[in-house]
């Protein structure tokens, strides 16, 4: 059972646009929803986090917009750069020791100069 | 800034063999976990440690895999008899505190192929 569902598989944007990157969880439990960046050969690094009690986090270029009520979260990358052209992961997990982080299956985002 | 370091880099076995896949988590970290991807697919979780014992192990973990911290720096994944499936990129990743505020710092990986 996939705990966290992405979409889409790969993104494609222009320098300076938007890129918007979706994911869907079924977990009520959850309660940590971080958003990972990895480029090639390297391994994922955290970009932006957010906890269900605030709709929106905002960090720099980059947003996390989370609804609650219809279990969805998503990252926006405002005026995307080529050096953004990386593989996203959003992930989930919920309280408790070790706490496993549930993965979506990525989102390969290339910025076109 | 501190780094979780991974060795080696790659490692080819031959299927039924023994691999042991090294980590040194960063210095003041608490929490220690295995992920391991499999090309093009999603980051799956493995197994946590704490306190040097297992707290959480996912499905994949089953006995053909172990986990140790054998000093006070290393962190091993071994896996006793490969087979062809395991070959994955696995990443060792380490935090200093289960709360939210502490995030999880990934090392580059070791790919693993089993031929």
């Known amino acids: ?13 222009q320098k300076g646009g938007i890129s918007i990157i979706n994911c869907a969880y079924e977990n009520t439990a959850f309660d ?16 932006i986090a957010i906890r269900p009690d605030v709709s929106e986090k905002k960090e720099g270029r980059f947003t996390i917009s989370f609804n609650k009520s219809a279990k969805q979260f998503s990252l ?3 005026d995307s750069q080529p050096g953004d052209s990386a593989t996203y992961f959003c992930a989930a997990s919920k309280g408790g020791t070790g706490n496993q982080f549930y993965f979506g299956t990525g989102t390969s985002l290339t910025v076109i100069p | 800034e501190p780094e979780v370091t ?18 040194v988590p960063i210095s ?11 090309l093009g ?4 979780f493995l197994v946590s440690f704490y306190n040097n014992e297992i707290s959480e192990k996912s499905e994949i973990f089953d006995d053909q895999f172990s986990v140790e911290r054998p000093d006070g720096s ?14 994955a990129m696995y990443f060792c990743a ?4 289960w709360t939210d505020n502490s995030p999880l710092h990934f090392g580059n990986g070791t790919r693993l192929t089993v031929t």
């Open chain 1, 1 to 13: 059972q996939q705990q966290v569902k992405q979409s889409p598989q790969s993104l494609i944007v």
């Open chain 1, 32 to 47: 940590y929803f971080p958003w990972y960046q990895q480029f090639p050969g390297k391994g994922p690094a955290l970009l």
């Open chain 2, 6 to 23: 991974q060795t080696p880099s790659h490692q080819v076995t031959q299927m039924g063999q023994e691999v042991i896949l090294r980590c």
């Open chain 2, 94 to 97: 380490s935090r200093w505190l």
């Open chain 2, 41 to 44: 697919q999603k980051v799956e």
């Open chain 2, 74 to 87: 290393n962190f091993t994944l071994k896996i006793r008899s490969t087979k062809l499936e395991d070959s």
């Open chain 1, 76 to 78: 926006h990358i405002m």
């Open chain 2, 28 to 38: 003041n970290h608490l929490y220690f976990y295995w992920y391991r991807q499999i």
